[in-house]
């Protein structure tokens, strides 16, 4: 199946936010995606990824100082399972060879096997901890931190999912 990026724009928020409530127990907030949205111009980068017209899921970057971080991804729980998570991380992961950092970094929730299995098997390494980072349900939840080396991936361009 043939998956399209583009810009996140202010008009995807309703179905933005209905995956981000659908796929994370701690979502974020309308103002958290509106305020990276217009910091597009700081090195903020928020994309949609869509199967045809309807979006399956979106991601939130930044790069600065060499560094890179996935600061929210998701796809829609009924498009998971298909593959389209670990294509879409691939265009995160090129994205950031193409911004030159050299290194990428995210934070998952340690609860999050699924998530830890996919950045693994995708190249990154767990780093470090955040004791207690996330709320949850039970009170708090261990962030693990996790980073990729960029310098040795060999992409030249990213533009197709």
Known sequence: MKLIHRRMLL???ADVLAIENAAHSNPWTEKGFVDCINASAN??????????????GYAVLSAAAGEAHLLNV???PKWQGLGFGR???GWVIGWGVVQKAH?????VRSGNLVALS????SGFSRIGLRRDYYPSLLGREDAVVMGLDL?????QEVSEI
């Open 87 to 89: 294509r879409w991380l």
């Open 74 to 76: 998701a796809i829609d």
């Open 103 to 107: 290194a990428m970094f995210l934070e």
């Open 11 to 13: 008009a995807d928020l």
């Open 118 to 121: 996919l950045y693994e098997s």
């Open 151 to 155: 310098f040795d991936l060999d992409i």
């Open 43 to 56: 090195g903020y980068v928020c994309q949609v990824l869509l199967s045809k017209t309807e979006l399956v």
